[in-house]
């Protein structure tokens, strides 16, 4: 017999971002950050993992593509903190026992996932994927919490942004102080009605895949940047309680101003890298100025930007200045002639 699962989870965009590790054995990072999970149906990862005693090892397909588990430390990891909290499997409707947690052992687990992100948009999709696997496998060994959280610090083990996908709103992860990093978990700040005007627009300033992954990025600043350790140690705290306190309040000109100025010191700690790292190109710069300009002009904050790991831009705003902001934009950066649009451009790209 075989049991099966399928879940989907969303993305999330950090508004305080999380740059540099304190233990890369545990993934717990030097500072707490926060961040918005993103609801859009085509920014999601949707993962079906199967159980079955005649599966004679644990697999994994990625975008249709099999991937060796074995080698992959951050997977196997995931697997087995997650299979440790297994419990009996019940059958919802019929009460009756398919599993019973000490025969677990006997099973091996064949996982498929694919991400709904067009591929031009290159954000990060690690968030989504290994939020969906942790989730989707805790369903499917009807794993049950040793503390609130615990799901949380698994996911975080897979990849550190994904363990505040597995909450909607905005979410903290707190860095915790425990040396067993049991407290190094996500805690919902506020949830996804709170805000609902709060909209997420994604620019791409750039198809072509990044240079430098964000986990060989974060251990080269943190061996090199003076401005990364200062911003851990002094600046991330009272930024985090500026802006979670402007969320609660939906204060959109302190939560975007927190935002930017976030966004902007990261990158800076990654020119503070030695050697420099460059993830802005000269299309995020203008897209910067655009925005500020949009502001200037309103005379408030009424949009702001933040980055990741790459060119392209995540612009938060509010549901009533969207479409003026898309209309500034597609004036200030007009699609050549001809272009494919952004999802065709993704289209064309997976088929070749
Ligand atoms: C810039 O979570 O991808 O997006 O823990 O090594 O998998 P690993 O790193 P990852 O880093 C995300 C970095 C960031 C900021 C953020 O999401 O907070």
């Given at each position: 017999?075989?049991?099966?699962?399928?879940?989907?989870?969303?993305?999330?965009?950090?508004?305080?971002?999380?740059?540099?590790?304190?233990?890369?054995?545990?993934?717990?990072?030097?500072?707490s950050?926060?961040?918005?999970?993103?609801?859009?149906?085509?920014?999601?990862?949707?993962?079906?993992?199967?159980?079955?005693?005649?599966?004679?090892?644990?697999?994994?397909?990625?975008?249709?593509?099999?991937e060796?588990?074995?080698?992959n430390?951050?997977?196997?990891?995931?697997?087995?903190?997650?299979?440790?909290?297994?419990?009996?499997?019940?059958?919802?409707?019929?009460?009756?026992?398919?599993?019973?947690?000490?025969?677990?052992?006997?099973?091996?687990?064949?996982?498929?996932?694919?991400?709904?992100?067009?591929?031009?948009?290159?954000?990060?999709s690690?968030?989504?994927?290994?939020?969906?696997?942790?989730?989707?496998?805790?369903?499917l060994?009807?794993?049950?919490?040793?503390?609130?959280?615990?799901?949380?610090?698994?996911?975080?083990?897979?990849?550190?942004?994904?363990?505040?996908s597995?909450?909607?709103?905005?979410?903290?992860?707190q860095?915790?102080?425990?040396?067993?990093?049991?407290?190094?978990?996500?805690?919902?700040?506020?949830?996804?009605?709170?805000?609902?005007?709060?909209?997420?627009?994604?620019f791409?300033?750039?198809?072509?895949?990044?240079?430098?992954?964000s986990?060989?990025?974060?251990?080269?600043?943190?061996?090199?940047?003076?401005?990364?350790?200062?911003r851990?140690?002094?600046?991330?705290?009272?930024?985090?309680?500026?802006?979670?306190?402007?969320?609660?309040?939906?204060?959109?000109?302190?939560?975007?101003?927190?935002?930017?100025?976030?966004?902007n010191?990261?990158?800076?700690?990654?020119?503070?890298?030695?050697?420099?790292?460059?993830y802005?190109?000269?299309?995020?710069?203008?897209?910067?100025?655009?925005?500020?300009?949009?502001?200037?002009?309103?005379?408030?904050?009424?949009?702001a930007?933040?980055?990741?790991?790459?060119?392209?831009?995540?612009?938060?705003?509010?549901?009533?200045d969207?479409?003026?902001?898309?209309?500034?934009?597609?004036?200030?950066f007009?699609?050549?002639?001809?272009?494919?649009?952004?999802?065709d451009?993704?289209?064309?790209?997976?088929?070749?």
């Amino acid at each position: 017999e075989r049991l099966c699962v399928t879940c989907s989870a969303p993305t999330n965009i950090a508004t305080i971002k999380y740059w540099g590790k304190a233990s890369a054995e545990l993934n717990t990072p030097i500072n707490s950050s926060v961040s918005v999970t993103l609801h859009q149906d085509d920014l999601k990862a949707i993962t079906t993992v199967a159980a079955s005693r005649s599966f004679s090892k644990d697999r994994l397909w990625l975008n249709g593509k099999e991937e060796d588990v074995e080698s992959n430390k951050r997977l196997t990891t995931v697997i087995k903190l997650v299979r440790a909290l297994a419990g009996d499997k019940v059958d919802a409707k019929t009460g009756e026992v398919l599993v019973y947690k000490a025969d677990w052992p006997q099973y091996h687990v064949h996982i498929a996932s694919r991400n709904t992100f067009p591929t031009a948009a290159g954000l990060a999709s690690s968030a989504a994927g290994y939020a969906c696997l942790t989730f989707a496998l805790a369903q499917l060994f009807a794993a049950c919490e040793t503390y609130d959280g615990e799901l949380t610090a698994i996911a975080r083990q897979g990849s550190g942004s994904a363990c505040r996908s597995l909450y909607g709103g905005f979410v903290r992860w707190q860095k915790g102080e425990r040396a067993d990093a049991a407290d190094s978990i996500a805690v919902q700040v506020a949830d996804e009605a709170h805000w609902p005007e709060l909209r997420a627009l994604i620019f791409v300033a750039s198809a072509a895949k990044k240079g430098t992954s964000s986990t060989s990025g974060m251990g080269t600043s943190v061996a090199t940047s003076e401005l990364l350790r200062h911003r851990a140690a002094a600046l991330v705290e009272p930024r985090l309680a500026a802006i979670e306190a402007a969320y609660l309040a939906r204060d959109f000109a302190g939560f975007g101003r927190a935002t930017m100025v976030d966004s902007n010191q990261f990158h800076a700690t990654c020119l503070d890298t030695y050697p420099p790292i460059f993830y802005m190109n000269d299309v995020s710069r203008a897209l910067v100025q655009a925005v500020h300009a949009f502001n200037a002009h309103h005379g408030a904050i009424r949009a702001a930007y933040t980055f990741d790991a790459g060119p392209n831009a995540v612009v938060y705003t509010t549901a009533s200045d969207v479409a003026q902001l898309l209309a500034v934009m597609s004036r200030a950066f007009p699609v050549p002639r001809g272009a494919p649009a952004c999802s065709d451009a993704a289209l064309a790209a997976e088929a070749a």
